[in-house]
């Protein structure tokens, strides 16, 4: 079965400008998770969606956000980029539900360079 | 709030045993979660741990105690490919209700290396 599809893989992006990011859950999982990781914080958590819900949200600005669509795929956006953007966006699948919201599965990341 | 707290690296030997330690401070707690990431890859699961007690797959074990706040991953039979971050991460819970779902936090990780 496939795993957590990211896309793309690597991106670069001028400062100002805005992305977007894609994550394909594992098939019949519905929660999806976003996290950033930089050598400085290391994985930190950015939000959380379930049933194209947002279940949760870390302690980031607005300027990230993100949606779940009905197949279970999430995108999430970073407006206005900051060279402090600049990192690995991992996003991780999990069936979400109950004693079953335990185990996530992530991707190989984004890795996004703010220039 | 949360605060996370693991030692940063530790060194041992092919085929010896070492334990890394987490102690975390949670408003609620959903469950903690030992992750292991190898350089350039992303973190794969290891374990769950909702309630007290130790929970052992294979070489690998997990405990925990949430009076004391506090968590353990014992990795066995050390083997080079064991050479990686281990990360340990904590699921809040969201206030006035009583679901599983919350922010999760994670530490810094700790960095093993094994020697030959």
């Known amino acids: 079965k496939a795993g957590v599809t990211q896309t793309p893989r690597y991106l670069i992006k001028t400062r100002g400008q805005q992305v977007t990011l894609s994550c394909s859950p594992i098939?019949?999982?519905?929660?999806v998770s976003w996290y950033q990781q930089t050598p400085g914080q290391g994985l930190q958590f950015l939000f959380e969606y379930f049933s194209e819900t947002q279940r949760n949200k870390g302690n980031f600005p607005g300027r990230f956000s993100g949606r779940q669509f009905s197949n279970s795929r999430s995108e999430m956006n970073v407006s206005t980029l900051e060279l402090g953007d600049s990192a690995l966006y991992l996003c991780a699948s999990s069936f979400g539900q109950g004693a079953r919201n335990t185990e996530a599965f992530f991707g190989q990341g984004t890795r996004l360079t703010v220039v | 709030g949360q605060n996370i707290d693991q030692p940063t690296e530790m060194t041992a030997t092919e085929g010896a045993i070492v334990q890394i330690n987490c102690t975390y401070q949670?408003?609620?707690?959903?469950?903690l979660f030992w992750y292991q990431q190898h350089a350039g890859e992303a973190p794969t699961f290891l374990s769950y741990n909702v309630l007290d007690g130790l929970e052992e797959k294979g070489r690998f074990s997990s405990f925990l105690s949430r009076s004391k706040g506090y968590s353990y991953l014992l990795l066995k039979e050390l083997q080079m490919k064991d050479s990686a971050s281990y990360l340990c991460a904590v699921r809040d819970r969201r206030p006035m209700t009583t679901d599983s779902w919350g922010k999760f936090q994670f530490g810094a990780g700790t960095q093993v290396v094994v020697t030959p």
């Open positions: 098939s019949g999982h519905r929660s």
């Open positions: 949670t408003s609620g707690f959903n469950g």
